[in-house]
Structure formats: structure tokens, C-alpha cells
């Protein structure tokens, strides 16, 4: 359950696109929010400011009947972030990302580097073209590979379910050329077996199994399927790894439109996570057992 929720504004408006969010969750969770700012360097003119800024937010949402309260950081604004919700136990970072434009380039993107720092799950949302309204959450996409690490989204994901009544869709993208490596029938009966596990829970459930790129067949399905937000855990994988390997979510975020739901997870990467060995070794067996027949 999620109980404390930290709201990640910049006093812009487009930072203020979770707000819709944020009610929502709101109105199925009995959380408690903080609403951070970051500013540069702590000036207090600054500080003030910021101070002043926040106040109105917090008493919008207080109208509503919330907890809220509010914080003034300084710094780097993902480090502040990120160290502030660890070390306070918040269950969710919430914020606004911003997808384009000459700003993003230079500064890079605050979300994604959040999204590759943070233990906290982090909820990141694009901006929204009008403020108001309310965000309804009724079916929600869970990309999984088979491994333990990407279904730690689960547990995050079935409570959000529960609350909403959203339906959970899963999949699971195999690249073409890792068909050998990710057999059919072993990446289905990993979906198969998360798909059960839920709906004993009595979350209804869909699975889907997509070939090509990762990032772009997930983007499509959810586009396909009008799914209202993407959740995902990533490895949170840097330097050279990272390089190699790339990040699914942060191409998602940059190139998607529904919100992202990220929980970076740790550990070694593995390049094998659904663990079908003796699957390969039998297709392998096969293979040479036909070439020798036809060499007759």
C-alpha cells in the first residue's frame, strides 16, 4: 500500500500535470503527501519563494481533504530528490517529465535520471495540455522477461490494480534474433504463470507475446490497446553496461505518451533470464539430428 507520497514539482506548469495523478491515487490510496522543490543554491529569496509556491499547492489538495505537507531542498534537483524520498521511506516519487525541446538536451532530463537512481518506486507522468480534469487509470501495461527482478513490479502493480480496478495486460518482447535463446513456449509459460498468480488475487489479466524491438513493440501495444500507464522494473544499469545494453524505460519515457511506473532494481545483469538451456540444447539436438539424415 502506498502510504507517503512525494510530488516532485519545479514551479512550472507543466510540473504541475501529476496533480491530476495525484488526486487519483488519492482517491483510492489513504496516503500522505510532501511536495519538494529544488532550487539551485538555497538563496534565501529562493527558499521564500519556493516556500510561498508550494503553500499553494498544498492547500489546494488540503480543500480536498489530503495530508500534505511541503519541503524546500537545494541542489542538484535528481540527488536531492532521490536522497530526500530514501532517507524519508516515501512508497512513491511522483513528477513531471519534459520530452523535447533545446532545454532538455543541455540540462538533460531530471525523471530519467530519477528513474536511474531511485530504490523508490518513481511514477513519471508528461506534461498535460490543460491543467484540471480528472485521470482514470483502466488498464495498465506490465512488460516482463521472465526473471524475478522484472516481476518485483508486481506487488506495486497489483496494489495499484486493486485500488483502481484497472486490468493488468502483459507481455513479453523477444527480439527476433534471440527467438532461439527466448523459446515461445518458455516466455508463455512465464506469463502464464504471473497471469494465474493474479487473478487468484482477483486482478483481471491479459497476456500478449511481441517479437522485435523491446521499446517500440511495447509503445505500440500500449498505443494499440489505449493502455493508461506503463509499468516496468529496470535494472539501473550504468557506465559501460548501461552503453551497451540501453534502457527500455528511458525510451519509453522519451518516446511514449502514457505515464511510466518505474521500480529500478539491483543486482548483476543477466543475460539469460528466463533460464531455457535445455530447450536450446534440444532444438540444437534436433537440428543435427536432420542435417545428419539429409547428409544420407
Partial sequence: MVQKILAAVDGTPASESILPYLETLLRCQDADVTFVRVVPHGSPNEIHKANVYLLQLSAG?????????????????????VGYAASGKYDLILMCTRKSGLKRIVLGSVAEEVLRKSP???LAVHPLAQKGGKVEIRRILVPLDGS???????????????ATGAKL??????EPRAKEEYPVEVVAKNLFKEQKE????????????????PAAEILSLGEAMKVDLIALSTH????????????????????????LLVLRTAGKFVPDPLHA????????????????????
Fill in 277 to 296: 538451456p535445455e530447450i536450446r540444447a534440444r532444438r540444437q539436438q534436433k537440428r543435427q539430428q536432420v542435417a545428419a539424415a539429409t547428409a544420407r
Fill in 120 to 122: 523508490v518506486p518513481v
Fill in 198 to 213: 493474479l487473478h487468484r488475487e482477483g486482478l483481471q489479466t491479459e497476456l500478449c507475446i511481441r517479437f522485435g524491438d
Fill in 169 to 174: 495486460v502483459f507481455t513479453t518482447v523477444v
Fill in 236 to 259: 539501473g544499469r550504468t557506465g559501460l553496461e548501461r552503453v551497451r545494453y540501453g534502457s527500455v524505460a528511458e525510451s519509453i519515457l522519451r518516446k511514449g505518451t502514457p505515464p
Fill in 148 to 162: 524475478h527482478r522484472s516481476a518485483s513490479i508486481l506487488p506495486v502493480v497489483a496494489m495499484l490494480a486493486k
Fill in 61 to 81: 489538495l488540503e480543500r480536498k481533504g489530503a495530508v500534505v505537507d511541503s519541503q524546500v531542498l537545494a541542489g542538484g534537483p535528481a540527488a536531492q530528490i
